[in-house]
């Protein structure tokens, strides 16, 4: 059980670092990405000048960790099948 909860955390936080990733990138590329045009909102543009400051690592981070993280699950629900099965 503790071993689905870890794998559970690590696919979680990979996701987390992906929308990082994503939201930086998109907001490096075009600035104005979150604004809106007739309305300012100081929380969405500071989430947006954080994620366009730890873009790069994020992603650098983010997708090895989902991929690792989801892959080692994957073979541990094959694993306990082949066991249920004997």
């Known amino acids: 059980m503790r ?3 870890s794998g559970a955390v690590a696919i979680f ?3 987390l670092l992906i929308v990082i990733f994503a939201v930086g990138l ?3 590329q075009n600035p104005g990405a979150l604004t809106r045009r007739y309305r300012y909102d100081l ?3 500071q989430f947006g000048a954080f994620c366009s400051q ?3 690592p994020a992603g650098i981070i ?3 960790l989902f991929l690792i993280s989801m892959i080692v699950s ?3 629900e094959k694993k306990e099948k082949e066991k249920e099965l004997e």
Do not use: T
Request: glycine share 14%; aromatic share 10%; no cysteine.
């Open 62 to 64: 983010g997708f090895p």
């Open 13 to 15: 936080i990979g996701i």
């Open 3 to 5: 071993g689905r909860k």
């Open 26 to 28: 998109a907001v490096d």
């Open 54 to 56: 730890v873009w790069i």
């Open 43 to 45: 929380a969405l543009e």
């Open 74 to 76: 994957l073979v541990r």
